[in-house]
């Protein structure tokens, strides 16, 4: 099924585990020079886009779900290089599995950017 043939290709950032200055535990995430790797054949899914309108500032906030192969190494912490930008992990990776005949569909995770 994955990839799919008409899906799109997608670059998964990690930031960097890197000591913090006071534990001296690799607890902070540097983004500087994050591991980065393609995820080819994703379906891509626009779900939702929120605008707020305040005195001093106008936010739009966006989401979409990606639709990927199964075992695609995404975590909650991760940043997403999609269509119009760089987007946020939101929540937890679903990895969808048939728990009668052990077939896996794939993983489905959200992903969120906020511009203003």
């Avoid at 799919?4 to 998964?12: H, I, K, M, S």
Wanted: proline share 5%.
């Amino acid at each position: 099924m994955f990839p799919l043939a008409n899906g799109e290709t997608v670059v998964r950032e990690r930031a960097q585990l890197v000591n913090d200055t006071y534990s001296g535990e690799a607890t902070k995430r540097d983004w500087t020079a994050p591991d980065k790797i393609d995820i080819e054949g994703c379906a891509i899914a626009p779900s939702s886009s929120v605008e707020t309108q305040t005195e001093n500032r106008n936010t739009v906030s966006t989401a979409m779900s990606l639709y990927c192969a199964p075992g695609t190494d995404v975590l909650p912490q991760d940043r997403i290089r999609a269509r119009s930008g760089l987007w946020q992990v939101e929540g937890e990776v679903a990895d969808w599995r048939n728990a009668l005949t052990g077939w896996n569909p794939g993983v489905e995770f959200r992903v969120t950017k906020v511009v203003g």
